[in-house]
């Protein structure tokens, strides 16, 4: 990789102070009109992006390697730095006199640590030198505790290994076509592979907005595993589907391709821009409402719903290495009443013989497996419906006891992953 100039770096390093000391979400950052990119290139952008994201990504591995060098804790911007400096010589391996050089003006920039650039210089050269040994002998990045002890209660240390090693090996792109009938021709415009599950695989990728076939909204961007729930509800040509959480808007596309009457609901107007946006580019049409789900009620009952409720997100570190870290810790019982409430009012809107698929991004039981128990409890007009591994391209065992779809990070790890994902059907019966 070539070395990056300095404006990218400086950028990203205000995107992990972000992250690690006001513990923000570099979306937020990076989407803010005055943030740390506002002022770069569109290169430069990514560039600021990729190096906050990775830095972040291998965190565990790049502190060890610090602290093998320095003899007292710097302060946090130095440190941060540093960090940039490590991902770039070991994870890029970009020339050591550059990113030596950056560290050194980052920490020369900032009055406040200025006479500390001595030291930097030292510390970055030592890592230069001996970090790519250290590095290959440690362990992948741990979780911080507040998320490794709920996911090692569930799954287990071993399963709990492979998740984070799945979060260091970080996510390809992958992409839902509008049409499969363009499959062929975007495989080969885009290098891509066909994934079992239907969705296109990228290993390789330039500006999202400039590869063939996005301009004319031929496909969207969106995990294999997030595609999955929108098929769990069968051929939804001319019915009445509610997308509820709708933005920003992978489900509502895929419903609208697959010839659904769409109402997708958010309850955030800027969120819902996008779906707009998403909309206005793939042709698509769906009505958009921007309303609370718990105070929303539609005009009639529906054949279909889509719950995609907000949730941890804990599936998707892999791709927001940010994550763990913009929290301190696990404060579920907001979001849970708010998910059991989401599905008690989407219970209601539904036809008889109806069908809703509940999903979230969580790696959690309590926001997935518990949550559909406890509305099958006190439901009884309710009914869970068993999802069919091979109509999904599915593997049998990703499909739990109940019917459950359980998709984890550590799945497909041969082939770049996926994100975790859990999904249930629950039809409304007579
Ligand atoms: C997991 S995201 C949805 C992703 C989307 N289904 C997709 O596939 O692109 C959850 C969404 O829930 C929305 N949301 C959170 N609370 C809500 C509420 N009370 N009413 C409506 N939408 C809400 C958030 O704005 C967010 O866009």
């Known amino acids: 990789m070539s070395a990056p100039g300095y404006a990218p770096r400086a950028a990203a390093a205000h995107l992990l102070n972000g992250v690690l000391t006001e513990h923000r979400l570099l979306t937020d950052m990076v989407n803010s009109k005055d943030g740390p990119l506002s002022k770069l290139p569109p290169q430069g952008k990514a560039r600021a992006q990729s190096l906050a994201n990775d830095t972040l990504r291998h965190l565990g591995r790049i502190d060890i390697i610090i602290d093998q060098f320095m003899q007292k804790e710097p302060p946090i911007s130095v440190r941060n730095a540093l960090r940039l400096a490590t991902c770039e010589l070991i994870v890029d391996k970009i020339p050591p006199h550059a990113a030596v050089d950056a560290v050194v003006r980052l920490v020369k920039n900032n009055r406040q640590t200025t006479r500390m650039a001595g030291m930097a210089n030292a510390v970055a050269r030592r890592i230069s030198e001996n970090g790519a040994e250290i590095w290959a002998d440690l362990e992948p990045t741990s979780l911080p505790p507040y998320l490794s002890k709920p996911i090692r209660k569930t799954y287990g240390k ?184 989401m599905l008690n009012r989407a219970a209601s809107w539904l036809k008889t013989g109806g069908e809703m698929v509940y999903c979230t991004c969580s790696l959690l039981p309590s926001e997935g497996e518990d949550q559909v128990e406890q509305f099958l409890a006190s439901h009884p007009d309710f009914e869970q419906v068993a999802i069919v591994a091979k109509d999904h391209g599915l593997l049998p065992e990703w499909i739990d006891a109940n019917g459950a779809m359980r998709l984890r990070p550590d799945f497909w790890a041969d082939r770049g992953g996926m994100d975790g994902f859990y999904a249930a059907i629950l039809k409304k019966h007579a």
Request: aromatic share 4%; with cysteine; charged share 20%.
């Open 158 to 341: 071993d399963v709990l290994a492979a998740i984070e090693l799945a979060h260091e090996n970080g996510a390809p792109i992958d992409i839902t076509l509008q049409s499969q009938a363009d499959t062929d021709d975007l495989v080969e415009a885009l290098e891509a592979s066909v994934l079992s599950t239907g969705s296109l695989r990228l290993f390789k990728w330039g500006q999202i907005s400039t590869m063939p076939g996005f301009e004319e909204g031929a496909w969207w961007v969106q995990d294999a595993s997030a595609a999955i729930p929108v098929k769990l509800l069968g051929d939804v040509a001319g019915k009445t589907v509610l997308d509820v959480c709708a933005a920003p808007g992978g489900k509502t596309m895929q419903l609208a391709a697959a010839g659904a009457k769409v109402t997708a609901i958010d309850l955030s107007k800027y969120r819902m821009e996008r779906v707009q946006e998403n909309l206005t580019r793939t042709k698509l049409s769906a009505n958009l409402v921007v309303a609370d789900v718990l105070t929303y009620t539609p005009d009639q009952p529906v054949d279909a719903v889509l719950l995609d409720a907000p949730c941890s997100a804990t599936g998707t570190i892999r791709r927001h290495p940010d994550l763990p870290y913009a929290k301190a810790e696990l404060t579920l019982q907001p979001v849970l009443d708010l998910q059991k409430q």
